[in-house]
């Protein structure tokens, strides 16, 4: 069963970085992909940002320059290195896949992706 457990959310001041993880596990899949999404209260789920197994990365525009998406060598942990972060990135953060496809999916079809619990980022002004 597909299990992704996302951690190093935090809180931090605007301008500041941080690095969240999503480890994975319950697949092998030569085809997936892998996404980070999130959502601020009130707000409804917005992408991120995704990774397919191909290697190819796509970004919402408002956090591209500032955001990087990836993934360790095994292919078992993505990562989304977050700076320049500013109040407008507050949000819970939640890790995301795709198995047997590549992100086509990513950002509007929800409903095809496997979800971790998420993890809370909080950037103060």
Known sequence: QVQLVE????????GGSLRLSCAASGFTSRKYCMA????????????VAAA?????TSYVDSVKGRF?????NAKTTLYL???SLQ????ATY???????DYCYAFPSR??????GKGTLVTISS
């Open 52 to 56: 397919d197994a191909r290697g190819r």
């Open 94 to 100: 939640y890790c995301a896949v795709v198995v047997d």
């Open 36 to 47: 980070w999404f999130r959502q601020a209260p009130g707000k409804e789920r917005e992408g």
């Open 7 to 14: 951690s190093g959310g935090d809180s931090v001041q605007a």
């Open 68 to 72: 990087t998406i990836s993934q360790d």
């Open 87 to 90: 109040p407008e990135d507050t």
């Open 81 to 83: 290195q977050m700076n």
């Open 110 to 115: 929800v409903d095809m992706f496997y979800w």
